[in-house]
């Protein structure tokens, strides 16, 4: 679902426009459909570009990215925005509109994939429905709990129906309890739906509970990957 290859990103060194900074150094991963694939590492590693480079919110310097059979790195942006629609992002602080209802930020992720406003409703519902969070439609996200936000987080990426979900630390900000909660409801969704988790994390605890497999990057290159059975045996 997810065919990543020999991807490199490269950034200009913050104040020193002679200095490169190699965040992703030549990364291979697949991913198959239906996985829940987890990207472990320290802060610094490189996971986050990893990630952006997968829906090309950054665009590599070398490498292909292909998700469900099509090549990103080869779209015009008019493709790309249309591929995009098949890949859900979820965040560390949620990134919820704070003047808009619960109801409210998940509509306008309906409203910018173009769902015409009389299906909005129905979908809305459904999305909260499947979230567990029906009962908090008309809440603004500052009346909300962490975990509460970051199921809005979680319904509002799923409005376009992707297959594929991205998760940039998505339990970090949240306690132990709650963190628990919002990994179970990820494979609840990935069984129900079949959806492709890639996931993103500092936190082996989270990588233990929920992925097949995972890989451990530093400094930009993969330095271990496969079942996480294997990698939790090695010494
Ligand atoms: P992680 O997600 O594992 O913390 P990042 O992908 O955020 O790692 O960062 C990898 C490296 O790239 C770090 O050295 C970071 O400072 C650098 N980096 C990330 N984004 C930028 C940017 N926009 N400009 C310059 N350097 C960046
Ligand atoms: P906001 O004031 O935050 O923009 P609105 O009340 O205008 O939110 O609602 C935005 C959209 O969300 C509406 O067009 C509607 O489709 C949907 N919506 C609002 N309240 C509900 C609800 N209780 N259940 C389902 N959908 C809702």
Redesign the pocket.
Known sequence: MIEIKGLRKTYRAKGRRDREVVAVDGVDLTVGEGDVYGVLGRSGAGKSTLLRCVNMLERPDAGTVSVGGVELTALNRRGLRQARHGIGMIHQHFAL?S??????????A?EVTGVP?AE??????EL?DLVGL?ER??A?PSQLSGGQKQRVGIARALAARPKVLLSDEATSALDPETTESILRLLLDLNRRLGLTILLITHEMTVVKRICQSAAVMRDGVFVESGAVTDLLHRP
């Open positions: 509109l003047s808009r209802t619960v109801a409210g930020n998940v509509a306008f309906l406003r909005r409703r129905t979908r809305v519902a909260l029906s439609a008309d603004y």
